[in-house]
Every structure is written in structure tokens, then in C-alpha cells.
T-cell receptor, first 112, second 118 residues
């Protein structure tokens, strides 16, 4: 069965801490892995990863894919209260056309 | 900045009634999607739509569901006879390209419509 698993389920840290969120997947015909941030409502896109070992960075956020380990990590350095959100991992896979499976998300709370 | 819009933001309906959720994707986007998120659960893919037809759908998207692009701007999700378990947040998303056009892949999500079936 195709699945995407995220860990931890939730995390509470203090401002300034660094966090690492994990996403592992089991899908056939993997195409890409995407990270989203979900605050109050709609997910907002963070990264799309297709190649192993190439780090993508955006400010204090970075992410890398390991196709051998079928996983990805999302790092957030120097966390701020505005980073509090649910971080979603989704995997795109193909069986001719494209489908998407989301993980349950990691709920991050950053305390001032 | 262009954005995906959805209406209504919240709809309450009785079981068995038909509902139509509306979305206006970003104007030059070609691919459209519906997702749902039951409260406290993960986001689930429902359907993708391109060139006026469904390109992919999940197991959730059964005969009770349909999608349509009735004009050049709207993209709708219809649930024919709502059930209690259809209560969820429904997100519309759009993207310019699909996987073959990587640099324009990013999906933009709308703010969602909360559907409550009583």
C-alpha cells in the first residue's frame, strides 16, 4: 500500500531552536516530494524535491531528499513563533498520470 | 500576487442535498485539483483536471462527485447527495504545468470551503 509517514507528529520548541522534520514514503513510481506549510487553512508550497542529495533552501528553511532511504527532511533553523504550523509532506507518483499522497503532517509549535 | 479563490468559505447542508463548491483558479493555470481534509486528518487528493477532462481521480472520488469547468474561469466540485462523512474542508488548487514542466509545477491552494453536513 502506498503511504507517506511523517515524524514526529508534533513538536514544541522555543524560539531560536533548530528543528528537523522527517518524511518517509513507500510509493511505486515516485516522481517528486513536496513540502507544504499549513497554518490556518490552505497549505502553502515550500519545496519540491526530485533529485537525491540536492539541498533546497529558502531563508531559514532547507530540505533534502534521500531516494535510497525513501525519505526527506525539512530543517528550520533559528525558529520563530511565526513558524508554528502544520508541515505537510506530499509525494507525487505516477501510474500514467499523476497522483498525490499526503502525510498526516507534523504540528510544530514555537514558544516565545 | 494572483491567488486561487473559493466560495463559499463555509457551507452547511442537510444530508442528501446536492452542493456545488466553487473555485476560481489562477487565470493562466492549466491544471486544477480538488483536495479534502477531514477535521484533524490528512489532506487527501480527490481529482485533477486538465484540458476539460479528469486526468486522475482517487478512490474517494466516486459517482457522487463530479467536476466541471463551466466557463473560462470557474472550476466546480459537485457532491450529488451529501453524506455526513463528506463534512470536511475542501481545497481547490491550480498549477500552470504538471510534472513535465518542473519549473512551473507549484500548486497554489485556495483558502478552502468548510462543508458541514448535518
Amino acid at each position: 500500500e502506498d503511504k507517506v509517514v511523517q515524524s514526529p507528529l508534533s513538536l514544541v520548541v522555543h524560539e531560536g531552536d533548530t528543528v528537523t522534520l522527517n518524511c518517509s514514503y513507500e510509493v511505486t513510481n515516485f516522481r517528486s516530494l513536496l513540502w507544504y506549510k499549513q497554518e490556518k487553512k490552505a497549505p502553502t508550497f515550500l519545496f519540491m524535491l526530485t533529485s537525491s542529495g540536492i539541498e533546497k533552501k529558502s531563508g531559514r528553511l532547507s530540505s533534502i531528499l534521500d531516494k535510497k532511504e525513501l525519505s526527506s527532511i525539512l530543517n528550520i533553523t533559528a525558529t520563530q513563533t511565526g513558524d508554528s504550523a502544520i508541515y505537510l509532506c506530499a509525494v507525487e507518483w505516477t501510474s500514467g498520470t499523476y497522483k498525490y499522497i499526503f502525510g498526516t503532517g507534523t504540528r510544530l509549535k514555537v514558544l516565545a | 500576487e494572483p491567488e486561487v479563490t473559493q466560495t463559499p468559505s463555509h457551507q452547511v447542508t442537510q444530508m442528501g442535498q446536492e452542493v456545488i463548491l466553487r473555485c476560481v483558479p489562477i487565470s493562466n493555470h492549466l491544471y486544477f485539483y480538488w483536495y479534502r481534509q477531514i477535521l484533524g486528518q490528512k489532506v487527501e487528493f480527490l481529482v485533477s483536471f486538465y484540458n476539460n477532462e479528469i486526468s486522475e481521480k482517487s478512490e474517494i472520488f466516486d459517482d457522487q462527485f463530479s467536476v466541471e469547468r463551466p466557463d473560462g474561469s470557474n472550476f466546480t466540485l459537485k457532491i450529488r447527495s451529501t453524506k455526513l462523512e463528506d463534512s470536511a474542508m475542501y481545497f481547490c488548487a491550480s498549477s500552470y504545468g504538471l510534472a513535465a514542466i518542473r519549473f512551473t509545477y507549484e500548486q497554489y491552494f485556495g483558502p478552502g470551503t468548510r462543508l458541514t453536513v448535518t
